[in-house]
Structure formats: C-alpha cells, structure tokens
C-alpha cells in the first residue's frame, strides 16, 4: 500500500511541475530527447543491444523453459501423493 502511495504522489507533483513548465519547456525537453535519440552513436549503440538481445533471446528461452519445467515438477505432487491425500479425508 505505501508503495503505491508513493507511486501517487510522484505522479502528483510530476505533473504539478510539468503543469507549471508549460508548453514551452515541454517542447524543449521534447526537441532535446529527439536530438539525443537521432544521434548516430546513440543509434549505433541501441543496434548493438538489438543484435545482442536477438542473438541471446533463443537462450534465454530456453533457460526460461527448462527452469520452468524443474518448478513444476517440484511443485507437482507425484500420483501416490495425490491419492494419499484424497484417501485421507
């Protein structure tokens, strides 16, 4: 709960602040970021991450599946298990 308290209220005074920047800042920090982000060491960069996200996300994958499958299979109670459990009521 105090989580999203805070969550809130940073919403609150964020827009509070951007409220009284108005429109003239807004577009500055707008015309900044589209600089920033049109760079072309900025977008050589961000295709290094893409090609590096691409080459391990078949990994990662299946890293994901097998874990998954260890989780449920010592989450899963065996056959004998279940049945003694159901004998038991």
């Known amino acids: 709960m105090r989580g999203k308290l805070v969550l809130l209220l940073g919403f609150g005074i964020g827009y509070l602040l951007g409220a009284r920047a108005g429109r003239g800042r807004y577009e500055q920090i707008k015309r900044t970021f589209k600089g920033f982000w049109e760079d072309p060491r900025v977008k050589q960069q961000v295709q290094v991450v893409e090609d590096f996200a691409r080459e391990k996300a078949p990994e990662v994958v299946d890293f ?26």
């Open 64 to 89: 994901l599946g097998d874990t998954a499958k260890k989780v449920i299979k010592r989450k899963s109670p065996t056959a004998s298990e279940s049945k003694s459990t159901t004998t038991k009521k």
